[in-house]
Nanobody, 124 residues
Framework: VQLQASGGGLVQAGDSLRLSCAAS????????MAWFRQAPGKERTFVAV???????AYADSVKGRFTISRDIAKSTVYLQMNSLKPDDTANYFC???????????????????WGQGTQVTVSS
C-alpha cells in the first residue's frame, strides 16, 4: 500500500485546513486509516483514526475540532482541522493497516504503511 499525504500549509490560529491521504495498491475499504503527528524533537502521536467499519476516534487534544472521514470510491482519507492552534504545528502522517484491532488503533507501532508527511504550521 502506498500513501500520499497532502494539504498542509502555513495558517493562522483559528483557521482551518483539510489534509488528504490518497491510498493505492490495496483494498482501501478493508484498511484502518489514521493520522498521526510529530512536532520537532517529539514523538509521533495519535491524532485520529477511522476503522474499516467506519468507526472513528480522536485524541483528546483535537476532539471537537478535527474530523476524520474517508471516500472509499477515491481511496482517500481526510482530516478536516478547524480552530487550529499553534500547538497543532507538526508534520502530519497518514497510516494504514488491515490488521488493526480496537485496542491498538492509537498505537503508532501497529501500522505497517505510512505516507511521507505533510507539514502544518499554525502561527499565533
Amino acid at each position: 500500500v502506498q500513501l500520499q499525504a497532502s494539504g498542509g500549509g502555513l495558517v493562522q490560529a483559528g483557521d482551518s485546513l483539510r489534509l488528504s491521504c490518497a491510498a493505492s495498491g490495496g483494498t482501501f475499504s478493508r484498511y484502518t486509516m489514521a493520522w498521526f503527528r510529530q512536532a520537532p524533537g517529539k514523538e509521533r502521536t495519535f491524532v485520529a483514526v477511522i476503522r474499516w467499519t467506519g468507526a472513528t476516534a480522536y485524541a483528546d487534544s483535537v476532539k471537537g475540532r478535527f474530523t476524520i472521514s474517508r471516500d472509499i470510491a477515491k481511496s482517500t482519507v481526510y482530516l478536516q482541522m478547524n480552530s487550529l492552534k499553534p500547538d497543532d504545528t507538526a508534520n502530519y502522517f497518514c497510516a494504514a493497516d488491515s490488521g488493526i484491532i480496537q485496542s491498538t488503533m492509537t498505537n503508532v507501532r501497529a501500522y505497517d504503511y505510512w505516507g511521507q508527511g505533510t507539514q502544518v504550521t499554525v502561527s499565533s
